[in-house]
C-alpha cells in the first residue's frame, strides 16, 4: 500500500520582502509537523519571489521602443512587455496582451510575471534563480532540523487546447525532477523507447487543489509518502525540450503550413 500525506495551512498575506526561513519554522508549528527525512516541501514560485523582493510598482517601469512594438502586436501594456522582454530569453506575442515567454527554459504566459496575489500597482516576477532558491530553503531545514527533505517550487501553466491550469516546477533540489523509464517493461513485457517521467512537475501538479489560485493562502505543502524521489543532493539536468524537439511547436507549424486532415463527414 502507497499513503500519500499532503499538509497545508493558511499563512499570513504577504506583500513585500520577508524572511521565507521564519515563515517556514511558522508553517511547521501551524500544521503541527515537523519535517522528517524523505518529506517533500513544496513552495509558491510567487512566495518566494516576493520574499525575495522580486516584485515591481508598475508605474515605475518604464518602457522601450522595443516594449512598445512589441504590446502593439497584440494590445499588451507596455510596462509588462517591458519586464517581459528584461526576463526573458524569448518572447512570441500571442493575444488578449498575453505574451508567451521563455524563462529558464520554460514556456509560460508573461513570463510568469503576475498582477495577483500581491497589491494592487505591483506585479511580482519569478524567483531570479529557483533553483538556488530551493537548494537554499532544503539548506535550511537540513541544517535546522538535521532532516533530508526535497524542495519543488512550483507555478501554475496552461496545456495547448486544454482550459485551466495545473502546476509546474519552476525550481527544486533534493529530489529526482526527471525518472527515465526507458528501458523498463510496461504491463505486458514491452519495452518503453521515450517515456520519461516529470517527477517535479507531478509533484507542483499534486499541490494545486491544495495551494489554489486566489485567496487560499497556502503557499507551502508538506508533501509526505514520496521519499523514492527524495536524494540529498541536486542533480543538474535540463527538464525543458529545444523548439525543435517539442510535439506541440512540431504540430502547430504543420497546421499553421496547412499540413493537417480533418475529420471527414460520414
Known sequence: ???VELISSKMKRESRKFNIYNRLESFFKKIKVLPKDGDIIIVSGKYV???EGRYYKLENVVPTEEAYELAKTNGGDPRIAELVLRESEVVIPSFAGIFMASINGILQPN???DKSNIKEGYVVLYPEN???SARKLRLFVLYRYDVKVGVVITDSRIFPTRKGTTGIA????GILPIVDERGSEDLFGKKLKVTKRAIADQIATMAQPIMGESNESRPLVLLRGLSKYVINKDIDVDVSVNYEEDIYFA???NYLEGKFYPKRKA
Open 49 to 51: 519571489a516576493i520574499s
Open 111 to 113: 513570463a510568469g510575471i
Open 1 to 3: 500500500m502507497i499513503k
Open 130 to 132: 529557483p533553483n538556488v
Open 170 to 173: 519552476i525550481g527544486y533540489s
Open 251 to 253: 504540430a502547430i507549424k
